[in-house]
Every structure is written in structure tokens, then in C-alpha cells.
């Protein structure tokens, strides 16, 4: 039974709801206002009590009349209000509920996205919005799913009032914690928002990017573009904000492309002119002052960058910062340009020892005293010639000046500082600074202009487009939607094509993938069917460590393959540099380049890079290249494209320089044709007139101390295969092993070979092969022959001795580093004779020798014997004796002793392994 005072209450809500309904708008405004004064404050418990335990239905009226009628702005700002009493009512979230359900965030994104909106309520609406996404991650999904990103970047951006700007920021930082599913919509319309126009907009911006950023683990390279323009920002903060987030970026995989930028913005080059519309019409109304704000604040992030961390410093190095930084340096029109130049170039200059005499050489010592001394004041102490020197003699002038320094440097200078210094034994830092600097002085070995990037990638992935061949793992990279089994398939693919051809490839890894689909199907296999689907394809281990792989990701890693290049790298066994790389772009999608022997290959002859290509600088220059060259959309397909040029245009002998794509950018192939013409021209008897139709392309600058050179001289013959050089070759070790095969008649009367297993480590790890023993020249072959046989009489517990065994012939099998030749013997037992208790040992019939895990080497045996087989059957049928097939050492063969047959001894002559084994069957029976 109810209360006389709730039944009141009620009474009185059913006719407050019921003056609502009838009530036209002046009377609606007049009840909001008096709701307002009496309840706003209160918790859902005091509003239930109020309303007698109905409260949500004027929640739902208010809404929907909001919904309505928001377009025409009728007391809007008071609906809002009373929504907020509800919605911050705390201690529950049923009003939050029933409001998402009614409608309500939808209608106040559209109030956000209406353009007669009032600032006023938009300033409401975005109070709410943040109240509903504080209130927990499926809210901030609602909003983000409701194309809430958009809305609320497009209010922050044209926003005039700073508290709806500063409320937008909150909004965006507050849904940057829910899922980090929506991370990349919230951070990719923050990148959309940089190019607004309000300073203030863009200082929120950049803090919310900060913060979102901060969560990712990668960052867009959309990113760049607008954050360098915004170095040109003549609002302080703005450009401080912008700074810091160049700072954090330095950890991400734009890293490469932001420093590039950096030090294309100290000109004097192209790149530091572009423009958005907005910026023109400024330089119209301040002329050059945006961009030399640019270019001081590019300079000033750099010495930030560089005091920050040793690797970006010697990537800047690399990028060739000092020559950009000298040309601005000169910059007389902005002192503040000339104040973080100097600041950054007496940095480098610190903490590189080896740039300190080019530098002053360039300056003047005067100038280079300043600089080292006051860098803030060196702009006062700098005369209009020394100036013009920095400034007027563009980079070329200024990278041949630091060219004839250099050169005249190391003849003239030595001599000086030889004679006139104590001699100090260098420190290895110093000594790899160096060799950084001289590597990084010449451009030439380098891809200096973004655009010539952009322009190479577009080449060869049009080409990849139309050109590339189908192949199961590409099929598989882009079909199979399962991350895990997409980086396993990848993995798979990877590991097989180390050392193997593609063609051989095919096959197996088709073979492969349908036995064990899934990571968690190898690590269920035993290592010896995994030897057995490996069987062929060489370099055995790779199996091996396959199949350990899988085992650990299954028990260590819960099942789920690593998925970053780092992880890839660390945890799986026999990933390496270029395969963690490989696997990270072509089935994660991660940002990074992969350097294998094709892609060697191809960045080698298109920066004409010579020097031997195993050493530490050169490989250190090409996985730089590479990254540097990657293409951030499409990062596998770039690396892929790199290879298949490699295999298919680029390739060692004989590359098809005329069909190649990137032909436009390789010095390789300008220098061939530069130097062709000038033959012809020669010949013409026109000397000394320049090649009219190829550009002249500079050398490089530091030809005789540079590491990336060719040490070699220049082959005419060889044309573009000049590059690249490899160190010569090792010989292969010659060795020679005896083998014999073993043979007995089975129990069900069929033959049967004695195989044994390698060890589990080094060539051909866990193997089987025939009884074998590596010769050595200090032992007679007869003591061998011995020892052998003694092992084979232990393994099968019988009584053999070596004058049993019967020459078969060679076989010549060629490792990567060995040339292998087996002497194979043969010798057969009686079944009876023949067991063996080792678990190491087998006895295989001819069916399952074909199917075990055997190396090549112990097929071309096999093969061997089978041709003999054949030989001599035929002798035997002809009735006459016939040649042997062409056998190496066939003269060795022993023909003198006659064979006396008997199941012990079938020996002295020589028996195919079928016919030999007839002989013994029926000998036995
Ligand atoms: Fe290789 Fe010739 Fe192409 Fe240069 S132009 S990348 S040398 S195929
Ligand atoms: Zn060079």
C-alpha cells in the first residue's frame, strides 16, 4: 500500500509531466527554468525521491524535445542545463543510459556540427559530451562510432571562443583513453586539424596529439608535413608544441623522414618553400619571415634532437646537417636563425672532434673562434663577405669547398698537425664518428631530395604492380585475415627462401602449410616429420629451428607469434636483421626497410656504392637507404618490389637495365652511359663536349677517403656490375668421406639399408645417412676402410671385415662452403647378422629410405647405385661384358678378384643393389 505522501507525489509528477505534454513553449521554458532552480545539484536518489521514482520520464521528454527543436535554438541553452542535472546526477547511470538511447548524443554532436548554433550551446553540448565519455569506454566508443572524431575536430578547429576550444581538447583527450581501437580515428582527425587556422586551435591540437601519440606504437607519416609547417608558426607556443612533438616522434618510425626534413628546412634548397594557401598570403603580408622562422626553429630542434640522443645525432650527420647548417649560418636577414645554427653546428662540432677543421676551414678562424666561444653574439661578429661566403655559394659550393678542404686537409694537414701535435691514440668513438662523417659528407651515395623518393617508390610499385609473380606466400600475406597465422605463413616463406631458390621453394612451402596450417600445428610435429618435409631443400637447420619456433611461441608465448620487428628478432631462432624485417613489413604492415643479397644488390648500383658490401660501413649505409627508401604505405610490398627487381632485372649477370623502373634514379647506370658518351663522342672526334642528353652527375665528393667507394678501379667491361664488390671469395674445403651401404635382406624378404643419424648439431643436423667416415690424408684409406667397417660390425653386431666392401664409385656433393666428394662401398649382410639395438642406427627398406629425412648427398648415392644396378643388368643380359656408365674413378674400380658369391662375401664383383640382393635371397633360401 502506498503512503497518502507518495501517492501525492505522484499526483503531482503525472501532472507536471502532463503540463509539459499540453504546454506550448513558453510554458515548456518556464518549467525547465523552475526544474533548473530547484534540482540542479542533486543525485539520482534525490531526483528519483523528487520524481517519484519517474524522473527519467521527463529526462526522455526534454530530450526528445531537444531533438526536435535544436535547429531553431528554443531555449536550447535551458534544455541542456536540465540534460546536465540529469546526466552529472552521480551514483548511477541509468539517466546516461536512457539518454544514449533516446538519441541524445546524437543530436548534441549535430548541435556541435550545426552552423547557427550558438557558441554558447555548443559550449553545453561539449560539457555533456565529456560528462557521457567520462563515464566509461562503451560511451567514448558510442561517441567515436557516431562519426564523433569528425564533429568535435571540425568545433575545435572553427571554434572562436577559447573555452569551446579548450573544452573540444578535453573532449578529444578524454576519448583518446577508451579503446585503443578508435586511437588511430582520434589520431588521424587530430592530423587533420593541424592546418586549421587559429593559433590557439593548433597549440590544443598539438597537446592532444602529444598525448595520443604517446600511446601509439607507430606514428602516421601524415604526421610530418603538417608538423614541420608549423615551425613556421610565428606564435611561440605553437611552435614549442610543435617542437615537443617532433621530440617524442624521434622514437617512431617517422624518425627518418621528419630529420630529412629538418634539414631540408635550413635550405638552400626547394623544400623549404612549400607552402599551404594560408601561408602564402601571410609571406605576402611578412615576406620571407615565416620561413626563416622555420628555418631557426628547424635548427633549434636539431641541437635538441642531437643533445638528446648520439644515434639521432649521427643520423642528422648522415642526413649531411653540417653544410645546411653552415648555409644558414650565413642568413644575415634573421638572427635568430644565425643564433640556433650557431648553437646547433658548435654542438656537432663538441661532439664530433673530425668536423672541427672542416667547419673552421669553411668559417674563417675568426668566426670559428666565435662560434665555439659566443654562439649567441656570433651574428654581430660577422661581416657581409663572411656571410656571403655561407650564404651566397649554394650547398654545392659549400659541400666542393668541404671537398678540396678535405682533400688539401689530409695532404697539407697531416703533415702540420703530424710534426706540430703530440700523436693521441684515437678512441674507437672517434674512429666510428669518422667514418660516419666521411661517409655521411657525400651525398652522392644518398637519396638527399624527398621528392626523388617519392618518385622511386612510385616507380617500382607500379611496376611490382603489373610485374609481380604470384606466389603462395604473397597469396597468403594478403588473403589471411588472422594476424597470428599471417606472420606465421610469412615466417615460413622467409625461412625457406634463405639460401633457396623461389621455383624450389613453391612446392614445398605449398606442402608445408597444408600439413601444418597453424604455428600451434608444427610445434604438435616431431622433428623428424619436420626433417622429412625439409628433406631437399638444404641448410637443414633452418627446419630445425622452424619447428623450435613454434614449440617456444606455443609454450612461451601463449600461442601468439611476436608481432614487432624487435620481438620477431629476439625471440624467434633463426630470425635475423633482414628476416625479423621482412616478416615485420610484409605481414604487420611495420615501416621498415629489408636488406637481402638482391636488395644489396640493387641500393649498391643505384647509389653506386662499391666498396666491399660485407663491411660494416656499406652495410650500415644500406640498411639506412632502405629505411630511408620504404614506403610507409605500402612497407611489404615496397621490400618485396626491391627483391623481385633484384631477381628478375637487377641481377648479378646481365641486368636488363633497359626494362628497369627505377632507371631514372641509378647512378649506376648514368655513370655507364655518361662514360659511353663520351667514348663516342671521342670517337667522333668531338673531345671535351658535355653529354648533352644525360645530366652530368657529380662523383662523390670524398672519393679517396670515402668508405662507400669502390676500392677497385673502374671496369669498363663490367658497366653497372662494377657495383657491387664483394671480398673474395673463401675456396670451399675440399674433403672426401667414405661411405658404405649396408644392405641386408629383411624379414619380409625385401632390401633394407643401414642408416645412421648425424649428431643434432653443425652440417646436416639430425640427418640420416649411410654409414660414413670423413678421411683424413694422414690415415692410409685402408685404415679408414678399417675403422669403418668396425663401426658398421658394432652397429650391426656382426663380424665384418673391410675387404668385404665392394667400390660402387663417387659422388661429388657441393655444399656452400664444402666441396664434398663420397667414396662410396658397398657390402651386404646376412639378414640373420644384421641387427642393431642403436637408436641412432635404422634399418630402412628402399620405399621408406625414400621418404626419410636424407640429405641430397645421400640421394645422388642412392642414384649412383641405381645406375650401376642398371649397368650391369645390362651387361648381364647382353652376355657380354659392356662399358660402365661414365663413372669418375673408374679406373679405380677393382677388377682383378673375382667375386665369390655367398651371403657374407657377394662381393669381389660388382652387383646392382636389386640384382645383389636377388643373388643373396636366393642364396639364403
Ligand atoms: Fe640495376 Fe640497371 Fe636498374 Fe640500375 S638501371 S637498378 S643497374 S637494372
Ligand atoms: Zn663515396
Same mark, same amino acid.
Given at each position: 500500500m502506498l503512503t497518502q505522501d507518495v501517492q501525492a507525489n505522484i499526483g503531482k509528477v503525472l501532472s507536471f509531466l502532463r503540463d509539459w505534454d499540453r504546454g506550448d513553449r513558453t510554458v515548456r521554458g518556464r518549467m525547465l527554468n523552475t526544474f533548473l532552480s530547484q534540482n540542479s545539484g542533486k543525485t539520482f536518489y534525490e531526483l528519483e525521491l523528487e520524481f517519484a521514482q519517474v524522473a527519467s520520464l521527463f529526462l526522455a521528454r526534454v530530450t526528445t524535445w531537444m531533438?526536435?527543436?535544436?535547429?531553431?535554438?528554443?531555449?536550447?541553452?535551458? =534544455?541542456?542545463?536540465?540534460?546536465?542535472?540529469?546526466?552529472?546526477?552521480?551514483?548511477?547511470?541509468?539517466? *546516461? !543510459? &536512457?539518454?544514449?538511447?533516446?538519441?541524445?548524443?546524437?543530436? *548534441?554532436?549535430?548541435?556541435?556540427?550545426?552552423?547557427?548554433?550558438?557558441?554558447?550551446?555548443?559550449?553545453?553540448?561539449?560539457?555533456?559530451?565529456?560528462?557521457?565519455?567520462?563515464? #566509461?569506454?562503451?560511451?567514448?566508443?558510442?561517441?567515436?562510432?557516431?562519426?564523433? !572524431?569528425? !564533429?568535435?575536430? &571540425?568545433?575545435?578547429?572553427?571554434?572562436?571562443?577559447?573555452?569551446?576550444?579548450?573544452?573540444?581538447?578535453?573532449?578529444? %583527450?578524454?576519448?583518446?583513453?577508451?579503446?585503443? /581501437?578508435?586511437?588511430?580515428?582520434?589520431? /588521424?582527425?587530430?592530423?587533420?586539424?593541424?592546418?586549421?587556422?587559429?593559433?590557439?586551435?593548433? =597549440?590544443?591540437?598539438?597537446?592532444?596529439?602529444?598525448?595520443?601519440?604517446?600511446?601509439?606504437?607507430?606514428?602516421?607519416?601524415?604526421?610530418?608535413?603538417?608538423?614541420?609547417?608549423?615551425?613556421?608558426? *610565428?606564435?611561440?607556443?605553437?611552435?614549442?608544441?610543435?617542437?615537443?612533438?617532433?621530440?617524442?616522434? /624521434?622514437?617512431?618510425?617517422?624518425?627518418?623522414?621528419?630529420?630529412?626534413?629538418?634539414?631540408?628546412?635550413? #635550405?638552400?634548397?626547394? %623544400?623549404?618553400?612549400?607552402q599551404n594557401t594560408e601561408e602564402s598570403e601571410m609571406t605576402k603580408m611578412t615576406g620571407s619571415l615565416p620561413m626563416f622562422v622555420q628555418q631557426a626553429a628547424a635548427a633549434k630542434t636539431m641541437r635538441l634532437l642531437a643533445e638528446d640522443s648520439r644515434e639521432v645525432s649521427q643520423e642528422l650527420l648522415s642526413l649531411g646537417v653540417i653544410p645546411h647548417l653552415l648555409f644558414a649560418l650565413g642568413n644575415r636577414d634573421h638572427t635568430d636563425t644565425q643564433i640556433q645554427a650557431s648553437l646547433a653546428l658548435q654542438y656537432f662540432v663538441r661532439s664530433y672532434p673530425p668536423i672541427e677543421e672542416h667547419v673552421r676551414r669553411v668559417t674563417g678562424s675568426t668566426l670559428y673562434a666565435a662560434l665555439m666561444d659566443k654562439p649567441e653574439t656570433l651574428y654581430m661578429n660577422m661581416s657581409e663577405t663572411q656571410a656571403d661566403i655561407l650564404l651566397n655559394n649554394k650547398l654545392d659550393i659549400i659541400m666542393s669547398r668541404l671537398r678540396s678542404v678535405l682533400e688539401k686537409g689530409k695532404r697539407v694537414g697531416q703533415e702540420v698537425v703530424e710534426t706540430a701535435k703530440p700523436k693521441r691514440k684515437k678512441s674507437e668513438t672517434v674512429v666510428k664518428d669518422e667514418e660516419t662523417i666521411n661517409a655521411s659528407l657525400s651525398t652522392y651515395h644518398n637519396f638527399s631530395d624527398p621528392a626523388d623518393v617519392v618518385r622511386l617508390r612510385s616507380h617500382l610499385l607500379s611496376w611490382y604492380d603489373k610485374e609481380k609473380r604470384e606466389l603462395p606466400w604473397r597469396t597468403l600475406a594478403v588473403t589471411e585475415s588472422d594476424l597470428n597465422i599471417r606472420t606465421y605463413a610469412v615466417w615460413v616463406s622467409e625461412i625457406m627462401l634463405q639460401q633457396t631458390q623461389v621455383a624450389t621453394v613453391i612446392d614445398y612451402y605449398n606442402k608445408w602449410m597444408k600439413r601444418w596450417p597453424t604455428v600451434q600445428d608444427l610445434a604438435a610435429a616431431s622433428l623428424e616429420e619436420v626433417n622429412q618435409m625439409w628433406a631437399g631443400l638444404g641448410y637443414y637447420s633452418r627446419g630445425k629451428r622452424l619447428h623450435e619456433g613454434s614449440q617456444k611461441v606455443v609454450s612461451e608465448l601463449k600461442g601468439q607469434m611476436p608481432n614487432t620487428v624487435d620481438s620477431l628478432l629476439k625471440q624467434l631462432p633463426g630470425v635475423g636483421r633482414y628476416t625479423a624485417a621482412a616478416i615485420g613489413s610484409i605481414a604487420l604492415g611495420h615501416v621498415t626497410g629489408a636488406v637481402d643479397g638482391n636488395v644489396i644488390r640493387v641500393l649498391c648500383r643505384l647509389r653506386a656504392i662499391g666498396a666491399d658490401s660485407t663491411s660494416p660501413a656499406v652495410t650500415e649505409a644500406l640498411w639506412s637507404l632502405a629505411n630511408k627508401l620504404v614506403d610507409p604505405d605500402r612497407p611489404g610490398d615496397f621490400? =618485396?618490389?626491391?627483391?623481385?627487381?633484384?631477381?628478375?632485372?637487377?641481377?648479378?649477370?646481365?641486368?636488363?637495365?633497359? =626494362?628497369?623502373?627505377?632507371?631514372?634514379?641509378?647512378?649506376?647506370?648514368?655513370?655507364?652511359?655518361? /662514360?659511353?658518351?663520351?667514348?663516342?663522342?671521342?670517337?667522333?672526334?668531338?673531345? #671535351?663536349?658535355?653529354?648533352?642528353?644525360?645530366?652530368?652527375? &657529380?662523383?662523390?665528393?670524398?672519393? %679517396?677517403?670515402?668508405?662507400?667507394?669502390?676500392?677497385?678501379?673502374?671496369?669498363?667491361?663490367? #658497366?653497372?656490375?662494377?657495383?657491387?664488390?664483394?671480398?673474395a671469395k673463401k675456396p670451399p674445403r675440399v674433403e672426401r668421406t667414405l661411405t658404405c651401404v649396408v644392405i641386408r635382406v629383411g624379414e619380409g624378404g625385401e632390401d633394407e639399408y643401414l642408416l645412421t643419424q648425424r649428431p643434432n648439431k653443425g652440417l646436416l643436423a639430425g640427418l640420416w645417412e649411410f654409414p660414413s667416415l670423413l678421411l683424413e690424408e694422414k690415415n692410409s684409406e685402408v685404415k679408414q676402410k678399417r675403422a669403418l667397417c668396425a663401426d658398421i660390425s658394432k652397429l650391426t653386431g656382426t663380424n665384418l671385415t673391410e675387404s668385404l666392401f665392394q667400390y660402387v664409385g663417387e659422388v661429388v656433393h657441393i655444399f656452400s662452403h664444402i666441396h664434398q666428394t663420397y667414396v662410396v662401398h658397398s657390402v651386404c649382410l646376412k639378414d640373420s647378422d644384421a641387427q642393431t639395438q642403436n637408436e641412432n642406427a635404422q634399418w630402412l627398406t628402399r620405399s621408406a629410405l625414400q621418404e626419410a629425412a636424407v640429405s641430397t648427398g645421400v640421394k645422388k648415392i642412392v642414384k649412383l647405385c641405381d645406375s650401376v644396378d642398371e649397368a650391369k643388368e645390362q651387361t648381364f643380359k647382353d652376355g657380354k661384358r659392356k662399358k660402365l656408365p661414365d663413372m669418375k674413378n673408374d679406373k679405380k674400380q677393382p677388377t682383378s678378384k673375382k667375386p665369390k658369391l655367398s651371403a657374407t662375401n657377394v662381393g669381389s664383383r660388382q652387383l646392382s643393389l636389386n640384382s645383389f640382393f636377388k643373388t643373396v635371397k636366393e642364396e639364403s633360401d
Open positions: 531533438r526536435l527543436t535544436y535547429m531553431f535554438g528554443t531555449f536550447l541553452g535551458l =534544455q541542456l542545463k536540465a540534460i546536465g542535472v540529469f546526466l552529472s546526477a552521480s551514483s548511477h547511470d541509468q539517466y *546516461l !543510459v &536512457e539518454f544514449v538511447d533516446d538519441g541524445g548524443v546524437l543530436t *548534441l554532436l549535430e548541435i556541435l556540427g550545426h552552423s547557427k548554433s550558438k557558441e554558447e550551446d555548443k559550449r553545453e553540448a561539449l560539457c555533456l559530451l565529456i560528462t557521457v565519455s567520462n563515464a #566509461g569506454r562503451k560511451y567514448k566508443e558510442f561517441i567515436c562510432e557516431s562519426n564523433g !572524431v569528425k !564533429v568535435i575536430a &571540425e568545433s575545435l578547429a572553427t571554434s572562436n571562443t577559447d573555452h569551446n576550444q579548450e573544452t573540444a581538447r578535453a573532449l578529444f %583527450e578524454s576519448l583518446s583513453h577508451g579503446n585503443p /581501437k578508435y586511437h588511430n580515428q582520434i589520431y /588521424k582527425g587530430l592530423i587533420a586539424l593541424m592546418i586549421c587556422s587559429s593559433p590557439k586551435a593548433q =597549440q590544443l591540437v598539438l597537446f592532444t596529439l602529444h598525448i595520443v601519440q604517446s600511446k601509439m606504437k607507430t606514428a602516421h607519416h601524415s604526421i610530418v608535413e603538417p608538423l614541420l609547417n608549423m615551425l613556421r608558426s *610565428l606564435h611561440l607556443e605553437v611552435q614549442d608544441a610543435a617542437i615537443d612533438l617532433i621530440l617524442l616522434l /624521434k622514437s617512431y618510425d617517422v624518425r627518418l623522414v621528419l630529420l630529412s626534413g629538418l634539414v631540408a628546412l635550413l #635550405g638552400p634548397s626547394k %623544400e623549404n618553400q612549400h621490400n =618485396q618490389a626491391m627483391m623481385e627487381l633484384g631477381a628478375r632485372i637487377c641481377t648479378p649477370k646481365g641486368p636488363l637495365c633497359s =626494362q628497369c623502373p627505377v632507371q631514372t634514379h641509378c647512378r649506376s647506370y648514368s655513370k655507364v652511359h655518361i /662514360k659511353q658518351e663520351k667514348i663516342s663522342q671521342k670517337l667522333l672526334g668531338k673531345p #671535351g663536349r658535355k653529354p648533352s642528353t644525360l645530366p652530368d652527375i &657529380e662523383d662523390c665528393i670524398n672519393i %679517396e677517403t670515402c668508405l662507400l667507394c669502390p676500392s677497385e678501379p673502374w671496369n669498363d667491361e663490367l #658497366g653497372v656490375q662494377n657495383f657491387p664488390r664483394k671480398p
